[in-house]
């Protein structure tokens, strides 16, 4: 029973996560986790720190599952939609992102594939 409880907290991954130095320093990327449950709430922006092209924020809803991943589904403020997938790297994440519907394809250059986001907020 005890493993069971450590277990499920393990996989809990409310929190917030960044990358200040994403595309080599050019950009950030934040990402903020509730998680109630298997359910997830998944909320993210990114853009280039200079403040040109698109700073697209999205969201959306995930489920945890028994491997300790979240795959979700997000729309942004571009109208472009997609899922993703989050796994656990110690006290930080992975994410993945690959689009389904592209509205404004200038949010492509800054959908990535397993992009490292360190914790940043409380646990």
């Known amino acids: 029973m005890i493993a069971a409880a450590i277990s499920a907290e393990a996989q809990n991954f ?3 996560y960044a990358d200040r130095n994403f595309l080599s320093g050019q950009a950030a990327f934040q990402m903020s986790l509730e998680q109630t ?3 997830v709430s998944v909320w993210f922006s990114t853009g280039y720190n200079d403040g040109h092209s698109i ?3 999205a969201d959306g809803t995930g489920r945890a ?3 300790g991943t ?3 589904t997000f729309k942004d403020s571009s109208h472009n939609a997609g899922t993703g997938t989050i796994t656990r790297a110690g ?4 994410v993945s992102l690959k689009t389904t519907r592209v509205a404004d ?13 360190k914790r940043v907020g409380k646990k």
């Not at 006290?91 to 992975?94: Q, Y």
């Not at 200038?106 to 594939?113: A, D, M, N």
């Open 37 to 39: 449950g298997n359910a």
């Open 14 to 16: 409310t929190g917030e």
């Open 91 to 94: 006290d930080d994440i992975v």
């Open 65 to 67: 599952s028994p491997k």
């Open 70 to 72: 979240v795959e979700f």
């Open 55 to 57: 700073q697209p924020v």
């Open 105 to 117: 394809s200038r949010c492509l250059e800054l959908y990535r594939q397993n992009m490292r986001l």
